[in-house]
């Protein structure tokens, strides 16, 4: 079993906490080996808990995929649990008040639009400017931190699913982003990482020996974290990406699909370790609720070379030219950016999707911007 950030923090580092005002920005993920919660561990070592920050989801993660979370008072330790996903994206320097140091333990998953990136680098900013010290917990990259892949962010681009130029699939740890969002992009002070042990770039979540907590509501196994980097982008489209069922992101379909076409489709363009299986669907919930739908669902066959980003790519581009009356992108929003353009960090992917580019020539586009980031982030690594 490798040692997390938190673990190697408890076994090692307590007694620097001790006489020390805590804030801990964390949910439910964050948990010891024994599943102990953060909070619940380092009380009971007594250590004086401050605060409590919860990102997107709430810090209990009972709140469905991009719904405001309230403020409220943690009936265990009788302190305050600020929402850093509703009002605020930042702490302020009233919630910071009285705050020594900053813990922040978030468990990613490897893509770049999952928002805890950016609530740790919003946490990062704001004490900064309270002059607080940030520990980074670190934590296992799910689907490993090999094979980095998928476009670079224009940071015209930025939001909230993509603040920084990384590629989509980034294959850091979230200690290792931490030192690249300061280094980089000028992002907070320089954080104090607790490095994990025994963890390796090549190692996967389930050969951690640790629990699978899943760390949002719509991310339940490794299976789902795995085509996540790809399959993520269906929610830009009208296309379901599976929410509403027990199988969300490895599911994708709508009523007007020919599963039959775009299984051959999917088979003809030859993509590595993945097979398709036709599949039917009725979500309970979210795009089609209460309709039956028809798509695939994806079969990881050899996850070291499995490309989720050009595997998700190659979908909808087999969609476009399979139903192109019924095949859409959701429309701009109010400041007329569509949301596919901020998952993919550019407007260029979708661009060449609706001029019918082969998902080869797509993910030719992205090579040597790739390749600047890692080259980029090499500094940065930790493992």
């Known amino acids: 079993m490798i040692k997390t950030g938190l673990s190697v923090l408890i076994e090692t580092r307590l007694s620097e906490l001790k006489n020390a005002r805590i804030g801990i920005a964390a949910n439910h993920a964050s948990v010891t080996p024994d599943l102990a919660h953060i909070s619940d561990a380092l009380s009971d070592a007594e250590v004086n808990i401050k605060a409590l920050f919860g990102p997107e989801h709430g810090a209990r993660g009972d709140v469905g995929d991009g719904m405001e979370v309230g403020d409220y008072m943690d009936p265990r330790l009788g302190v305050p649990v600020y929402s850093l996903y509703g009002k605020h994206k930042a702490p302020t320097s009233q919630m910071l008040d009285g ?21 740790m680098s919003a946490v990062m900013d704001a004490c900064a400017k309270c002059s607080i010290p940030v520990w980074i917990l670190d934590r296992p990259n799910p689907i490993s931190g090999l094979n980095p892949d998928g476009p670079v962010l224009d940071t015209q681009f930025s939001s909230f699913v993509g603040m920084y130029p990384i590629a989509q699939r980034h294959a850091m740890t979230v200690g290792e982003l931490a030192r690249y969002f300061h280094s980089e992009f000028s992002v907070g002070a320089e954080p104090e990482v607790i490095q994990m042990q025994g963890w390796s770039r090549n190692t996967w979540f389930d050969q951690t ?31 379901s990406e599976g929410r509403g069922t027990t199988r969300p992101f490895e599911i994708f379909g709508a009523p007007w699909i020919d599963p039959v076409l775009l299984h051959k489709a999917m088979i003809n363009y030859n993509l590595p370790g993945v097979q398709y299986r036709e599949a039917y669907f009725i979500p309970t919930w979210s795009k089609h609720a209460n309709a039956r739908c028809a798509g695939l669902q994806i079969y ?20 476009q030219k399979l139903h192109p009356n019924d095949f859409a992108f959701l429309p701009p929003n109010s400041e007329g950016r569509h949301f596919f353009d901020l998952l993919t960090g550019s407007s260029r992917i979708r661009e060449a999707i609706e001029s019918g580019k082969s998902p080869q020539d797509i993910a030719q586009s992205w090579h040597n911007e790739l390749k600047m980031f890692c080259n980029s982030s090499t500094e940065c690594l930790l493992y």
């Open 99 to 119: 705050i020594d140091i900053m813990l922040v333990d978030l468990q990613d998953v490897g893509s770049r639009f999952y928002t805890f990136l950016y609530t």
């Open 300 to 319: 990881v066959t050899d996850r070291e070379i499995y490309r989720p980003v050009v595997t998700g790519i190659a979908a909808l581009c087999a969609i």
């Open 209 to 239: 020996g640790l629990p699978w907590v899943m760390p949002s509501p719509g991310m339940p196994t490794l299976d789902t974290a795995t085509v996540y980097p790809g399959t993520c982008l269906f929610e830009g489209t009208n296309v």
